[in-house]
């Protein structure tokens, strides 16, 4: 990896990422489900699920919009066997890459790794310092080198909750951030606030999770007017009578950034509106624009 590279991006000139052409192929695919979800931790380096020690934003909606988020229905989520999960992929960085950039995001909030279609790997790590994207570099049609990115978090802005992941009881008002006067989808609310998310097919992996937790994902971007980025990842593991998901989301601009980390049971034939969450952990913060 070239150091000076590195220290372009990092000296002082972290920058929102441009965007860049997604090679297609297999990294729009998942991978597949295992035997097991992920394990708590990458050896050596990423703590898997660390939490903000106790932080926790008001109930009341966020973001200075009274307007009522859009909810997304769920979509597809295609999976790839052939495809490494994230432990693997993140593995296939080099060294350094992995240490600079755990160094620049802090301690790890939301992390995963995948690879492109030709088996370069790519990385989004959120951190209590920075949002933290790791990008290969082409030179004559290959992958030569590693580049990284960061948006940093603005201090004291970050804040974290985890959201009650029961299923939905028939004819009953939701839980947590969402059940107030502006929940979404509730009669008399005020006007829908529709986000632009880049890629749109994001809008299938937001409907998979519980109302209120679309809501609180989506709310700090609705004074914003602005196109929203949004990346994602997870694994699918399929038994016999249920199903297992383990996704994480990251949704940003140059101002904000939310993410989630969730992991999931459903029943074999079963809506996903009557899923069983098992972790539903949040996090919001505010970004310092260039």
């Known amino acids: 990896m070239d150091e000076k590279a590195w220290e372009r991006e990092f000296a002082g000139r972290d920058r929102t990422p441009e965007h860049r052409d997604r090679t297609p192929g297999r990294q ?14 990458v050896p050596g380096d990423l703590p898997h699920g660390d939490r903000m020690p106790g932080d926790r934003l008001p109930a ?9 988020t859009q909810i997304h229905e769920p979509g597809a989520l295609p999976v790839d066997p052939e495809s490494p999960d994230r432990l693997r992929a993140w593995e296939l960085l080099p060294d350094e890459v992995r240490a600079r950039t755990l160094e620049k995001a802090g ?32 030179r004559d049609g290959a992958a030569a080198e590693h580049r990284g990115e960061r948006v940093r978090v603005e201090p004291g802005s970050l804040a974290s909750r985890s959201f009650d992941g029961r299923p939905a009881q028939a004819g009953g008002a939701g839980a947590g951030a969402g ?12 006007r829908v606030e529709r986000l632009v998310l880049d890629p749109p097919e994001a809008q299938g992996v937001l409907g998979h999770f519980p109302l209120d937790v679309q809501d609180f994902l989506q709310r700090p971007f609705l004074a914003d007017r602005r196109t929203v980025t949004a990346e994602w990842y ?20 140059d101002r904000h950034v939310t993410a989630i980390e969730a992991r999931r049971s459903l029943d074999r034939g079963a809506t996903p509106d009557r899923a ?14 260039r």
């Open 60 to 68: 009341g909606p966020a973001g200075g919009s009274a307007g009522v």
């Open 107 to 138: 301690r790890s909030l939301v992390w995963w790794a995948r690879v492109y279609s030709d088996g370069a790997p790519f990385a989004v790590v959120l951190g209590d310092r920075g949002l933290c994207r790791v990008q290969p570099v082409y």
């Open 179 to 190: 059940a107030g006067a502006g929940a979404p989808g509730r009669p008399g609310a005020a």
């Open 234 to 253: 997870y694994e699918e593991t399929v038994q016999p009578r249920h199903s297992d998901l383990f996704v994480l989301l990251c949704l940003s601009t």
């Open 28 to 41: 729009d695919r998942l991978p597949a489900g295992r035997d097991r979800m992920p394990g708590d931790r």
């Open 276 to 289: 069983r969450w098992h972790v539903l952990t949040c996090h919001q913060a505010r970004l310092i624009p």
